[in-house]
């Protein structure tokens, strides 16, 4: 039986040119030790409003209020299939000079300069979205993307497409 989870993050960049990024913790069954941006999954009253859940998430991993971050918007729709599981993840884009205010048990804080933030030890998909990104840039249609393997090397890639509506084109 497939399952579907989905969940929406934060890419939350500074006027220095860092990125929020979390180091997470051992313990934690996704991506343990690995380096991601802040985001979580989507509760059930959530699920029409994924933009909703990003600024839950952003909130009770930081303690960042909504209206300290400005510009935020979807960029990015990633889809994989994870054995039997179906993950749907929206990546949202904003900026603030806000510090974490809290402490949290699933990893820890920190800016990352841009320059640094590909050296990192990342979750395979978080790396290809961060790629993708560092070569188009903020664009005024968000991105969708979805896991799979290259046709001719056979090797894991992301498939990307601009996401438009096409009776508007």
């Known amino acids: 039986?497939?399952?579907l989870r989905m969940m929406s993050t934060a890419l939350l960049w500074n006027s220095r040119d860092e990125l929020l990024m979390m180091k997470r913790s051992m313990s934690r069954k996704l991506s343990p030790g690995l380096w991601a941006a802040v985001g979580g999954h989507?509760?059930?009253d959530e699920l029409n409003n994924p933009r909703a859940a990003c600024l839950r998430e952003i909130y009770e991993e930081?303690?960042?209020e909504y209206d300290e971050i400005e510009g935020l918007r979807?960029?990015?729709v990633l889809l994989r299939l994870n054995g039997d599981e179906v993950r749907q993840q929206f990546f949202y884009i904003g900026n603030t000079d806000v510090n974490p205010r809290i402490e949290t048990s699933e990893g820890s804080l920190h800016w990352i300069h841009r320059e640094d933030i590909l050296e990192r030890p990342l979750?395979?998909?978080?790396r290809a979205l961060l790629e993708h990104y560092f070569t188009v840039g903020l664009t005024p249609h968000p991105w969708v993307g979805s896991a799979g393997l290259h046709p001719e090397s056979g090797l894991p890639t992301i498939h990307w497409h601009p996401l438009v509506d096409p009776e508007q084109v």
């Open 1 to 3: 039986m497939i399952t």
């Open 42 to 44: 989507l509760e059930p």
């Open 62 to 64: 930081t303690g960042i």
């Open 74 to 76: 979807m960029q990015y």
């Open 123 to 126: 979750p395979y998909i978080f």
